[in-house]
């Protein structure tokens, strides 16, 4: 399997030391994220996402499909991740990594297992068709915090995206296009997010979005993921060194404060989107002239 | 008609990198390379004396299936002939080639893959040469459809694709060879031989008289065609990477 090019020695030292005398290496506090950058593609829920240097596309789509058998009033609700070598020469093509199953683990917690999206709204008829709603995450460059950007991403592609709307007359099931009836967006119920912290000299400097150079000379890392009203729906402290209990609460605070400042800025990059195609939408219907 | 949009180098940790927008069809394509990259665990596969081509499609909201990897191997095959394997560096390594779609519609199942070919054969290559792998040609290609009622279509929107009687991606080498012929549907050789000349008009402007040999230089490197557009695209960023040095000449 390949690898990351590790740290040399120095460079991990470098980092250890900088962080003892509470300084990171592009200058950050502990406690802060690198600049977020959120832009939209021209369908719904087509979200390309930079944290840093790492960079994410999401797109969302849905389809109609049968439900499942043992839940007869329930949508489908999937995330679907698979690192390719575009986002680190590190990554094979088509075969699985560590990274990958850690991220999809986390993705799959923080977001479908808390019931972020709610699928029994996604029900057309029960026990007949549903919607199948399906995020595919693609991951193009990577420099750490992958959990918690593509987190972000899959979230404001949830939002942003609207499904055709669908009715049911006489047992039949109808699906109106977008030209014919205005599609409708999907049911959030909470805005859960994740925050992975990293632990380094014994625990003593635990800091959030790590790049990947900080992420290869951590010790342990903390993943917290919660929602804006403070409600913890995912914890792990996957392996490395422990972690104090009592720091784990503070950091949970710390995480708290981050995830209602990254729910604001993702509202505002939608607000600023939304406005922008209501805009574009009402020109195009507004128009005098016609093609012919 | 609005062109196709493109852009080299837009990612951080691939060698080379490309997107490509194609304006008819919709689809827009990020494509990566790494080269020469070790290809571990795959000891027995690997040539030699060559490098070993690799190309990796993404769809971008279902999973790979039957149709993608039908498209990967016309890639591999033809790139492999184009890609100097035997450059220093290269053999017992792989040239791994990454595209995924990142807009556009999804292709369904039974739908053709050749109205995807051309774009992905335009990124492939756009992050090749970004990427400065070693290569004995560059290329162009077209998508060229035929209706039912036999009329030639040159860049046919996924509508017109749907309806067309046989479907034909072309592609020719930077010195007017054809490198690749793929077709679909139903047609004579009459329609296949216009088909060939559409496609060629398309890639490298004007179609030249061969018989007394004699080759209008001003054809060459012409805008609004396939080569031309691939020339353009490398010459601006070239222009861009290299301003500095202009500048203080």
């Known amino acids: 399997m390949s690898k990351e090019a590790p740290l040399s020695i120095a460079e991990r030292e470098f980092i250890l030391e900088a962080l003892r005398q509470d300084s990171r290496l592009d200058g950050r506090t502990p406690d802060q994220f690198r600049p977020l950058k959120i832009s939209f593609g021209d369908e719904y829920g087509h979200v390309n996402l930079e944290l840093g240097n790492t960079s994410i596309i999401v797109r969302i789509s849905a389809e109609v499909t049968k439900p499942r058998d043992e839940r007869p009033f329930d949508g489908l609700f999937n995330i679907n991740l698979e690192l390719s070598a575009m986002g680190s020469p590190a990554w094979e093509n088509g075969r699985p990594n560590d990274v990958e199953s850690s991220v999809t683990h986390v993705l799959d917690s923080v977001i479908r297992h808390s019931n972020a999206l709610d699928t029994e709204s996604l029900c057309i008829l029960k026990g007949v068709s549903c919607w199948s709603i399906r995020a595919d995450v693609h991951v193009v460059a990577y420099d750490g915090n992958l959990t918690d950007a593509a987190c972000i991403a899959v979230m404001t592609g949830l939002q942003h995206f609207r499904r055709p709307d669908a009715v049911v007359r006489d047992g039949q099931v109808v699906v109106y296009g977008v030209e014919e009836r205005v599609p409708v967006a999907l049911n959030i119920t909470h805005k859960p997010l994740s925050v992975t912290f990293f632990a380094f000299n014994e625990s003593k400097n635990i800091i959030v979005d790590a790049t990947l150079k900080e992420e290869q000379a951590s010790e342990g890392e903390l993943v917290i993921g919660i929602n804006n009203g403070g409600e913890m729906c995912f914890m792990n402290k996957f392996s490395g060194a422990t972690i104090n209990a009592r720091e784990i609460v503070t950091r949970t605070s710390v995480a708290l404060e981050k995830v209602k400042d990254l729910n604001a800025q993702i509202d505002r990059a939608m607000q600023a989107d939304l406005a922008l195609r209501a805009k574009r939408g009402m020109a195009e219907e507004s128009r005098a002239e016609n093609d012919r | ?249």
Not at chain 2, 41 to 50: F, S, T, V
Not at chain 2, 87 to 103: C, H, K, Q, S, Y
Request: with cysteine; glycine share 10%.
């Open chain 2, 1 to 249: 008609m609005v062109g196709p949009t493109a852009s080299l180098s837009n990612l951080s940790r691939a060698d080379g990198s490309a997107s490509f927008k194609c304006p008819t069809t919709g689809y827009k394509i990020l494509g990566s390379v790494n080269a020469p990259v070790e290809l571990p665990g795959r000891r027995d596969a690997l040539k030699p004396e060559e490098a070993t081509v690799e190309v990796f499609i993404k769809p971008g909201n279902t999973t790979a299936g039957v149709g993608e990897r039908y498209v990967e191997g016309i890639i591999r095959t033809m790139l492999q002939k184009l890609i100097l394997g035997r450059e220093r560096g290269f053999p017992r390594r792989g040239v791994v080639i990454t595209l995924a779609i990142v807009g556009g519609g999804a292709i369904a199942r039974g739908d053709s893959y050749l109205t995807l070919l051309p774009s992905l054969l335009h990124t492939s290559l756009l992050a090749l040469l970004s990427g400065a792998v070693p290569m004995s040609m560059t290329y162009s290609t077209a998508l060229v459809a035929v209706s039912k009622s036999n009329v030639i279509i040159s860049n046919p929107t996924l509508v017109e694709a749907k309806a067309a009687s046989s479907l034909h991606v072309l592609a020719f080498s930077s010195k007017g060879h054809l490198l690749l012929n793929e077709s679909q549907g139903r047609f004579d050789f009459d329609t296949w031989k216009t088909v060939q000349q559409c496609a060629h008009a398309l890639c490298r402007g004007v179609d030249l008289p061969e018989v007394d040999g004699d080759i209008a230089m001003e054809a060459q490197g012409d805008s609004g065609t396939a080569e031309g557009f691939v020339r353009e695209t490398v010459e601006n960023h070239l222009y861009r990477d290299y301003a500095w040095k202009i500048d203080t000449e």
